[in-house]
């Protein structure tokens, strides 16, 4: 079927645990902890590869000293990112799939987080689970230069008729 959506395919092809941080020195006061997290989100559509950069850090005080930080690369391959692109060249992504691959890769960052406190001091600080659509989605509002367009069958159909008649 010609306006059938292209099936959204991608594994892991790298997890990494890129940099972590602790402070043994530092005593929080546990009513001050505060949790951020930051994201990286990078992609190519030659090689056909989306990457996360996950980083969460804890923090207290009044200048919001970090004591805990790190942050953790996924990397997904897409089988086929390149349809997905527009005539102009961006990407019209499928509703949900960034969501979905932001969510394992907040599990990964979550995982290796624990893991890397775990026989510290601050063992017991560990990243809660979040609402991982809502978080994207605030992470991606923080940034002003991104443009994300939610593929619909009206997008795809408008698609390949440019297509068809170059």
Same mark, same amino acid.
């Given at each position: 079927?010609?306006?059938?959506?292209?099936?959204?395919?991608?594994?892991?092809?790298?997890?990494?645990?890129?940099?972590?941080?602790?402070?043994?020195?530092?005593?929080?006061?546990?009513?001050?902890?505060?949790?951020?997290?930051?994201?990286?989100?990078?992609?190519? /559509?030659?090689?056909?590869?989306?990457?996360?950069?996950?980083?969460?850090?804890?923090?207290?005080?009044?200048?919001?000293?970090?004591? /805990?930080?790190?942050?953790?690369?996924?990397?997904?391959?897409?089988?086929?990112?390149?349809?997905?692109?527009?005539?102009?060249?961006?990407?019209?992504?499928?509703?949900?799939?960034?969501?979905?691959?932001?969510?394992?890769?907040?599990?990964?960052?979550?995982?290796?987080?624990?893991?890397?406190?775990?026989?510290?001091?601050?063992?017991?600080?560990?990243?809660?689970?979040?609402?991982?659509?809502?978080?994207?989605?605030?992470?991606?509002?923080?940034?002003?230069?991104?443009?994300?367009?939610?593929?619909?069958?009206?997008?795809?159909?408008?698609?390949?008729?440019?297509?068809?008649?170059?």
């Amino acid at each position: 079927m010609e306006n059938e959506l292209p099936q959204f395919r991608f594994n892991i092809l790298r997890i990494l645990d890129s940099v972590f941080f602790v402070e043994e020195g530092y005593n929080p006061k546990p009513e001050d902890v505060k949790i951020n997290f930051g994201m990286g989100f990078h992609f190519d /559509v030659e090689e056909g590869w989306v990457q996360y950069n996950i980083r969460a850090d804890f923090s207290a005080g009044e200048i919001e000293k970090q004591f /805990v930080t790190g942050t953790v690369v996924t990397k997904f391959a897409v089988d086929n990112l390149k349809s997905f692109t527009d005539s102009d060249g961006s990407i019209m992504w499928p509703s949900n799939a960034l969501e979905v691959m932001f969510s394992i890769a907040f599990t990964h960052m979550r995982a290796l987080l624990a893991k890397n406190t775990a026989g510290t001091k601050f063992s017991q600080y560990i990243v809660p689970l979040v609402n991982s659509r809502e978080l994207f989605k605030q992470l991606m509002d923080a940034d002003p230069n991104f443009e994300m367009v939610e593929i619909s069958e009206e997008n795809v159909k408008n698609r390949i008729k440019t297509q068809s008649t170059k």
